[in-house]
């Protein structure tokens, strides 16, 4: 310890020696217009404005004093660098004003803290197209009665998705704003500090050690680094002359949002790193490019389950982000009856969710409000005045319908770039796909990314799919097919999976036979060996006599999967399988309550589960931190018991949500109806006292 801290001393005082001894050296913190310059020494870059540099640069401005995070919010709302020495570094917490000018939004309910989280948001959305389909379904059946519990909850969660873009409300307890505020500016200052660190290591690792969040912000300066900081803002330049982040300029087109990452389904923790395909790659961020310019694009991916389309379209997202789109997703899902425009209503709902505020959202939808709301029907529940849409013959409804979404989508990109994903198209219905046409017919005059992943081998299914394709070739936009990667990527994931250089080349050869390079089965095949205790030897190490025959390796995933799922006892099923029921993500809590295991057991088995890789931490909030990783091992899980031990099952899901929700049930009931439904008619077990059951 003592020889630690002297250690310290000494370095301290060599750099002062050398400090003293040399000049300072220079950085950089500009604004430029819609750009930053930012560099440290010789090395310089820059970054398109977002409020993090803005906060940045107030912080560095004043070395030392401690900004507090309402002031700091009011200062960058008025953008007044020159009167801010007048301001005491302690002022009095500024008005809600003052944040909704920053992009915090209070909307001056008090009640937005948790309701404003991200990931919140996405399971609510999530949920909402669940109970969409369950409607449907239920209308279908001429089940009224399930008809209307999904719409009340349909409504309950609207609502709620309303008060979470500010819309006043209910009793819920919440953050203040200052807590708000604290939340949203370390968030801010924390993403635009990674962004540096990208461009410049050195510039990144100064500000994530002087640069304080919390309550209070600050600049503490490194006292063994002298730094000469330029920071004057200069006038707007018309274009920006160079840029070492792949960030073109984008003339006609301000972007005023905030370029920050947003959330990926895919949890950082539990992925390996991105492989291969560069062309793929390239291909997309040209498009992505061009865009910025005003042209917009449609790609199309296309591949079998596991090839890793969900994955590419996820990391051109990270990339479209940075450099300063919006990405928003909607799914198609496999379903006996179409659902019309499903994607397209989540993304919709998607936008409103993240929309500044209720006002400013209606204020875009502007005069297309009726049309969309014939394509998002909780539009009216938000917005009860919503006009009635002209009654217009059926072809002409449609096209007006088609108009007024591209008008909606073109008004959004005039703030910022958007990039919307269409997933599954294989399971798209006829009235999505004629959407996607119509659109593809408009993106080239704006600045709209448009990527649609598919399942290729699978379309054929789906005529309307095969049509849309060959028109979208007819108008130049031919599919990108993923195949299995190559043999060398497929030796760079498993480096990844088992965090060495030294995976031999023979274990490399037989996953690559066996999974042909599908991302998917490379994870599966890997994990699946290691289980079975073929890959590492006693000592650790790799073995060298991995051999074809020796492995008996299965034949297609979900062989594998079902082999993998074999290694879990019987109490390890039985847990899994009951979370595999509650859903693609699911509560410890629930878990708890409908498995007939003790709690410190279930704990082992959700830990072992995620070592295994069946399933992740979630991005979904804390309402349903565990999500399975794919949804083939899902259903395998659930394939694994027969249909009355499943319907058992629901009805002990609805009976623990109904128990566990005892004061806010009435939200759930759409939730329990589900399960109820898919119970159909079986009765839950009698509850044990306590959370569980026995
Ligand atoms: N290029 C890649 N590099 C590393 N991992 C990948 C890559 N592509 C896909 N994966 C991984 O493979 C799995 C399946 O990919 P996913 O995108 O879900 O497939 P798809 O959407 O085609 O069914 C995921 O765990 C994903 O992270
Ligand atoms: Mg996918």
Redesign the pocket.
């Known amino acids: 310890m003592e020889t630690q801290t002297q250690y310290r001393d000494v370095k301290t005082a060599v750099a002062t020696v050398f400090k003293n001894a040399s000049l300072p050296e220079r950085a950089i913190l500009r604004q430029e217009g819609e750009y930053w310059t930012v560099g440290y020494g010789a090395n310089a870059f820059r970054l398109k404005d977002t409020k993090g540099l803005a906060y940045l640069a107030r912080l560095l401005r004043h070395p030392a004093v401690e900004f507090h995070v309402l002031d700091l919010a009011g200062g960058i709302a008025g953008q007044h660098h020159d009167d801010e020495t007048r301001q005491s570094a302690h002022c009095l917490p500024r008005t809600d004003e003052y944040l909704e000018k920053a992009g915090i939004h209070v909307g001056g309910l008090g009640d937005a803290g948790e309701m404003l989280d991200d990931t919140a948001k996405a399971a609510y959305r999530r949920r909402l197209s669940e109970l969409r389909e369950e409607l449907e379904e239920a209308k279908e059946l001429g089940n009224v009665e399930r008809a209307e519990k999904a719409e009340q909850e349909i409504d309950a969660l609207t609502s709620e998705l309303s008060r979470a873009v500010g819309l006043g409300g209910r009793n819920r307890r919440a953050a203040s704003a200052s807590e708000r505020a604290r939340q949203s500016i370390s968030k801010t200052i924390k993403s635009v500090v990674e962004r540096i660190a990208q461009s410049d290591a050195r510039l990144g690792d100064i500000f994530s050690r002087c640069v304080k969040t919390g309550n209070f912000c600050s600049y503490q300066p490194d006292p063994a680094l002298e730094i000469a900081w330029e920071l004057d803002a200069i006038e707007p330049t018309e274009h920006p002359t160079s840029s070492s982040e792949p960030a073109p300029a984008r003339a006609d087109h301000p972007q005023t949002s905030p370029a920050v990452l947003e959330v990926s389904p895919?949890s950082f923790a539990?992925?390996?790193?991105?492989?291969?395909?560069e062309s793929e790659r390239s291909t997309i961020r040209a498009a992505i490019d061009r865009a910025l310019s005003g042209h917009g694009s449609v790609v199309m991916l296309a591949?079998?389950?596991?090839?890793?389309?969900?994955?590419?379209?996820?990391?051109m997202a990270e990339y479209a982000s940075r450099v300063g789109f919006r990405y928003l997703v909607g799914h198609c899902y496999e379903r006996d009856e179409p659902f019309p425009f499903l994607p397209f209503v989540e993304i919709i709902e998607g936008s409103l969710a993240e929309a500044a505020s209720l006002d400013d959202f209606r204020r875009r939808i502007g005069d297309n409000a009726p049309e969309l709301a014939q394509i998002v029907p909780s539009l009216r529940r938000v917005f009860p005045n919503i006009p009635e849409p002209p009654d217009l013959p059926p072809a002409q409804k449609r096209r007006h319908l088609f108009q007024s979404v591209s008008d909606k989508l073109g008004r959004a990109a005039q703030t910022r770039s958007q990039l919307y994903i269409l997933e599954d198209l294989q399971w798209a219905d006829e009235s999505t796909l004629a959407l996607l046409i119509h659109l593809a017919n408009r993106v080239a005059q704006l600045p709209v990314v448009i990527i649609g992943?598919y399942?290729s081998g699978y379309s054929e299914n789906n005529p309307a799919l095969v049509r849309t394709l060959e028109e979208l070739i007819r108008m130049g936009i031919r599919p990108l097919k993923?195949g299995g990667?190559s043999k060398d990527?497929t030796a760079q994931?498993l480096h990844?999976l088992s965090q060495r250089q030294d995976v031999p080349e023979s274990l490399v050869s037989l996953i690559f036979e066996e999974s042909q390079g599908y991302?998917?089965f490379?994870?599966e095949v890997y994990r699946h060996l290691i289980e079975e205790g073929k890959v590492f030897d006693a000592a650790g190490q790799f073995r060298a006599d991995v051999e074809i025959d020796e492995i008996d390796v299965p034949e297609n995933v979900r062989l594998i999967i079902g082999r993998r799922l074999e290694r879990l006892d019987e109490n390890e099923k039985r847990a899994l399988t009951a979370a595999a029921v509650i859903g693609r993500s699911f509560s410890f809590k629930l878990l708890t309550a409908i498995c007939e295991i003790e709690v410190d057991e279930l704990f082992t088995i959700v830990e072992k589960a995620q070592q295994m890789g069946i399933i992740v931490a979630s991005s979904e909030g804390p309402a349903r931190p565990f999500v399975f990783?794919?949804e083939l091992v899902r259903q395998t899980l659930l394939a694994g018991i027969s249909a009355p031990r499943r319907q058992h099952l629901h009805a002990g899901v609805a009976d623990a949500i109904a128990r566990l929700h005892t004061d806010d049930v009435s939200e759930r009931t759409g939730d329990i109806g589900i399960h109820l439904t898919k119970a159909d008619g079986h009765s839950a077990p009698p509850a044990r006292p306590g959370s569980g059951r026995r």
Do not use: Q, S
Request: charged share 25%.
């Open positions: 895919f539990a992925r390996t790193a991105f492989v291969e395909r591949g079998g389950p596991g090839v890793g389309k969900t994955r590419l379209a996820m990391e992943t399942r993923l990667l990527a994931m990844g991302p998917f490379v994870e990783t794919h």
